[in-house]
């Protein structure tokens, strides 16, 4: 079993930056991959970036490319999501998630965080 706590969420204004952690706990060699997702209000919960705990190969959605970094500290068992040039479209319940998969498809990821909410005021 892995476990994982999301921090780092917030209030920040539209152009601003965040940086989203996510630390692992438990079998995390169970875990070959993680990712980032969001859900928005009203919306289904979408992907927004993956990367692989031992190659650093990563991939994002079309709406955060060139604005989102994802990255991971392999040491500290953390997954970090830097967000930059944020907008009010961004806002979301920011999830992250584990497994021995990677991919865009949530059913690829066994373990999930709890959310932390990140609001970009306009």
């Known amino acids: 079993q892995v476990q994982l706590v999301e921090s780092g969420g917030g209030l920040v204004q539209a152009g601003g930056s965040l940086r989203l952690s996510c630390t692992a706990s438990g079998r995390t060699s169970s875990s070959v991959a993680m990712a980032w997702f969001r859900r928005a209000p009203g919306k289904e919960r979408e992907f927004v970036a993956w990367?692989?705990?031992?190659?650093?190969?990563?991939q994002y959605s079309d709406s955060v490319k060139g604005r989102f970094t994802i990255s991971r500290d392999t040491a500290k068992n953390t997954v970090y999501l830097h967000m930059n040039s944020l907008r009010p479209e961004d806002t979301a319940v920011y999830y992250c998630a584990g497994g021995s998969w990677y991919g865009s498809e949530e059913h690829r990821y066994a373990y999930w965080g709890q959310g932390t909410q990140v609001t970009v005021s306009s």
């Open positions: 990367i692989i705990w031992s190659l650093g190969r990563t």
